[in-house]
């Protein structure tokens, strides 16, 4: 498992994502840790790079980020959902639907 620099993630998600200190901070440090899959893709975000296109069961982070509205961290906690191998078949379908369908704002 991978656990994110909690520093730098509270960097950025103040400064690309608007997160008060206080909130950065905590969503930080309490950030469980991601499947290895996700690290070269939150690290490359981490340095303000290009994040490599990552993909589990044909669903991108990048898709996932756009549809629910979340940063990358976020995003590759919900994707490690489908990486979950006693997730009901039942279950990964509807994680599998909830992360292609976009989040409607009213």
């Given amino acids: 498992m991978y656990r994110p620099d909690p520093k730098k993630v509270q960097r950025l998600l103040e400064k690309q994502y608007g997160y008060p200190p206080g909130i950065a901070s905590r969503v930080a440090e309490n950030t469980r840790p991601l499947y290895d899959e996700f690290a070269v893709a939150i690290e490359a975000w981490l340095r303000n790079d290009e994040m490599p296109g990552v993909s589990i069961d044909g669903i991108t982070l990048a898709e996932v ?3 629910r509205r979340c940063n ?3 995003a590759a906690r919900l994707l490690g959902g489908l ?7 039942d279950q990964r379908d509807s ?3 909830m992360l292609t369908t976009p989040v ?3």
Wanted: aromatic fraction near 0%.
């Fill in 65 to 67: 980020m756009r549809n």
């Fill in 72 to 74: 990358p961290i976020a």
């Fill in 83 to 89: 990486l979950d191998a006693d997730l009901p078949p």
């Fill in 95 to 97: 994680l599998r639907s």
């Fill in 104 to 106: 409607v704002v009213m």
